[in-house]
């Protein structure tokens, strides 16, 4: 049974940076979508960037050119920088995995298999 675990969540002023992990990926990667995804206090699940079986990757507008999610093959796992970080990055952070391999994208419907997230805190 999959069980996909997150890493790396924490506080950081705003402008600084985090790494998070998602380990239990291995065997999976490549035959199914992965994405991270997040939600803030108050708010619905939103999805931060996904990864295709072909190796695409796909970012959400406001996090475009700061995150980026990455596959670390010692681990293994799967990453995501976070750069240049704003409050608005504020939430909880899930690892997610798809029902598909195709089509991956950042609708929440698209992944069954879900982390107990990290949360990451961005203080002005």
């Known amino acids: 049974q999959v069980r996909l675990t997150e890493y790396g969540g924490g506080s950081v002023q705003a402008g600084g940076s985090l790494r998070l992990s998602c380990t239990g990926t291995r065997h999976y990667v490549g035959n199914y979508c992965f994405a991270w995804f997040r939600q803030a206090p108050g708010e619905e699940r939103e999805g931060v960037t996904a990864?295709?079986?072909?190796?695409?990757?796909i970012y959400a507008s406001p996090v475009k050119g700061r995150f980026t999610m990455a596959e670390d093959n010692a681990r293994p796992a799967l990453t995501l920088q976070m750069n240049s970080l704003k409050p608005e990055d504020t939430g909880m952070y899930y690892c997610?995995?798809?029902?598909?391999?195709?089509?991956?994208?950042?609708?929440?419907?698209?992944?069954?298999?879900w982390g107990q997230g990290t949360e990451v805190t961005v203080s002005s």
């Open positions: 997610a995995r798809g029902t598909r391999f195709d089509d991956c994208n950042l609708f929440e419907g698209t992944y069954n298999v």
């Open positions: 990864l295709g079986t072909d190796g695409s990757l």
